[in-house]
């Protein structure tokens, strides 16, 4: 007897597709639309429903007397194209929306993009003395979790958790992936998966989720069980990062004609995305044209245009790696330098900084770095999603 069971994101899909096939006639319809349209992206992963939700907000704008809901989610669009300087103007456009908790947490997420931590923690920190909900325990969590505090990132996420409603359960599974990513990215593939299957039983066919589970299986050594969830999830999701994805375990596979065509589709989608004047592909880009499909001087002016938009210690190892694999080590050990000024503990940036200095004649230095990677996580080496 064939199922006839409905997954949770469906249902919640069926939903919002009901509200939005309703006609909006004045500027409170279009507001409701547009965020419907931002939760209907946030399920499917959809940059087109971003896009349909963008214009309609800038709709409502136009004719909305109350606008800090509207600066709200518009704030969350340009953070979600990378747009950062708008994130800056959209507080500066409404001061109630400045003032408020979800205000102040949008101002310490640009401090984070920026690599000012210090200011980012002080933002996240005041923002829980206003308002102690979940989102804002994720964001703490989220930066005590980069600077190597797991424990206590791990510690704050179960607070978030517990936080939600049995009506929330689509955000609880999201918390439940940062919990397993923390330990994933420790090497902890035991303690990743217990989190991620809490994540699957809690919201069943959300994308999130099995994009971490298949990452997760590669990472134990099932490819098979991997290369099947990123060929159903690039068909379902059609986002370019999946399809690099795909490709890039392709080639691990040695399936070299899927991984051409799979690759292919991930470059022309990230370029046409720059082509159309968005931003937010530059940092894949830039790890794409490095290492992928290399052509190091185009990834080190995507880098660069990455950097410029946010300087953090990923933008600047995403450049000094480019520099780098274009035979220009010595330039990108300044910069590698400085991204390890910052107090982040990530076995990535390690190793790559590791591997720049090295190869710079900075040998002792680089032997460091090396082993501090392995030693944050003992499993680097295995397959991991560039995100």
């Excluded at 001061?95 to 931590?117: I, K, M, N, T, V």
């Excluded at 060929?231 to 999701?237: D, G, K």
């Excluded at 330039?331 to 400085?338: C, M, N």
């Amino acid at each position: 007897m064939v199922s006839s069971a409905v997954s949770d994101l469906d249902a919640d899909l069926a939903r919002i597709d009901a509200d939005l096939r309703e006609p909006a006639r004045d500027p409170a319809g279009l507001a409701l639309h547009a965020g419907r349209l931002y939760q209907r992206a946030a399920l499917t992963g959809s940059s087109t429903d971003l896009l349909k939700a963008e214009a309609l907000v800038e709709r409502a704008l136009a004719v909305a007397l109350e606008r800090s809901d509207l600066y709200l989610l518009k704030a969350n669009l340009d953070f979600a194209f990378h747009r950062l300087a708008d994130v800056r103007a959209d507080l500066e456009a409404s001061p109630a929306l400045r003032a408020s908790p979800d205000g102040r947490a949008l101002a310490a997420d640009l401090a984070f993009q920026e690599g000012r931590f210090p200011d980012a923690r002080r933002g996240y920190e005041e923002t829980l003395i206003a308002d102690r909900a979940w989102e804002h325990l994720c964001r703490l969590a989220h930066l005590e979790g980069v600077l190597g505090e797991t424990a206590r990132a791990d510690a704050l996420y179960e607070e978030a958790g517990e936080a939600l409603t049995a009506k929330e359960m689509r955000a609880f599974a999201w918390v439940e992936i940062q919990r397993g990513l923390l330990h994933l990215k420790r090497g902890r593939l035991d303690r990743a998966r217990a989190h991620y299957a809490r994540a699957e039983a809690a919201y069943t066919g959300y994308w999130i989720v099995d994009d971490h589970m298949a990452e997760l299986l590669a990472a134990e050594g099932d490819v098979e069980g991997a290369l099947r969830a990123y060929r159903a999830l690039a068909r379902r999701v059609d986002r370019p990062e999946m399809w690099q994805t795909l490709g890039e375990l392709c080639t691990f596979a040695g399936i070299d004609d899927e991984a051409e065509l799979a690759l292919t589709r991930a470059r022309d989608a990230y370029l046409a995305s720059v082509g159309r004047g968005e931003v937010r592909y530059y940092h894949h880009l830039a790890d794409f044209l490095a290492d992928v499909r290399p052509d190091p001087e185009q990834a080190v002016i995507f880098a660069a245009k990455d950097l410029e938009l946010r300087e953090n210690p990923w933008t600047l190892t995403a450049l000094a790696w480019a520099l780098h694999r274009a035979g220009r080590s010595v330039e990108g050990a300044t910069l590698a330098r400085k991204a390890l000024e910052s107090d982040v503990v990530d076995a990535h940036l390690f190793h790559r900084a590791g591997t720049i200095l090295a190869a710079a004649g900075f040998r002792d230095r680089a032997v460091e770095l090396l082993a501090r990677a392995r030693d944050w996580n003992p499993r680097l080496g295995a397959f991991h999603v560039h995100r």
